[in-house]
């Protein structure tokens, strides 16, 4: 079983940065793969960025490369995401998940999920 708590959501200009954190009740942190999808409103969820168990490989959907950082501190049991020039259109829902190490090629391996953190891009 992976707990998984999200915090650092809010409401920010377009242009302005958030940073996301996931903290995971696991003791054995550093075995799971971490991700961060979201959920627009009418919207299916989406894959944001996913990293590996070492913090060596990550993912990034292709319309957030360069503008988003995910990262991970396995002494933390923490992964992060780093969301800077936010657009209104990143406004959703932002889920945390954990997984197996197959996660990174496969996201519906991904079976332990946060409760969501909201942001919200104004114009």
């Known amino acids: 079983q992976v707990q998984l708590v999200e915090s650092g959501g809010g409401l920010v200009q377009a242009g302005g940065s958030l940073r996301l954190s996931c903290t995971a009740s696991?003791?054995?942190?550093?075995?799971?793969?971490m991700g961060w999808f979201r959920q627009a409103p009418g919207k299916e969820r989406e894959v944001v960025a996913a990293i590996n168990l070492s913090g060596g490989n990550t993912y990034y959907a292709d319309s957030l490369k360069g503008r988003f950082t995910i990262s991970r501190d396995n002494a933390k049991n923490t992964v992060y995401l780093q969301m800077n020039s936010l657009k209104p259109e990143d406004t959703a829902v932002y889920y945390c998940?954990?997984?197996?190490?197959?996660?990174?090629?496969?996201?519906?391996?991904?079976?332990?999920w946060g409760q969501g953190t909201q942001v919200t891009v104004s114009s």
């Open positions: 696991r003791r054995t942190f550093s075995s799971i793969a």
């Open positions: 998940a954990a997984g197996p190490r197959r996660s990174l090629s496969d996201f519906t391996a991904f079976g332990y």
